[in-house]
């Protein structure tokens, strides 16, 4: 499957932003899906996941309840709705696309199968 990210951007603190990623390709209901996001010198770090049918989602315990992950299978998919901006958001933003079954270790980059190219958010002070 291919991943197409987009919606990032330059916003000020305490804006908001809504990030798509699109899949080509594959069985797109058949994918769990998690967004992770990475700055320069970090490791790629967890930001949120879904599961199939989107009825649940994870996130980060930095993201503290300013952060929305949705999806829509019939558009092939997944949103991440970032409200209340912070400079230390400011990162290239991938999202994934996770192909197991069974226990699902959603908040490790390795888990997943597909990545986007990423879109870059930055939040100015």
């Known amino acids: 499957v291919q991943l197409q990210a987009s919606g990032g951007g330059l916003v000020q603190t305490g804006g908001s932003l809504r990030l798509s990623c699109v899949a080509s390709g594959g069985i797109f209901s058949s994918y769990l899906m998690g967004w992770f996001r990475q700055s320069p010198g970090r490791e790629r770090e967890f930001v949120a996941a879904i599961n199939r049918s989107g009825g649940n989602t994870y996130y980060g315990d930095f993201v503290k309840g300013r952060f929305t992950m949705s999806r829509d299978n019939a558009a092939n998919a997944v949103y991440l709705q970032m409200n209340s901006l912070k400079p230390e958001d400011t990162a290239a933003y991938y999202c994934?696309?996770?192909?197991?079954?069974?226990?699902?270790?959603?908040?490790?980059?390795?888990?997943?199968?597909?990545w986007g190219q990423g879109t870059q958010v930055t939040v100015s002070s």
């Open positions: 994934a696309a996770d192909r197991s079954i069974g226990k699902w270790d959603y908040q490790r980059k390795d888990t997943y199968d597909y």
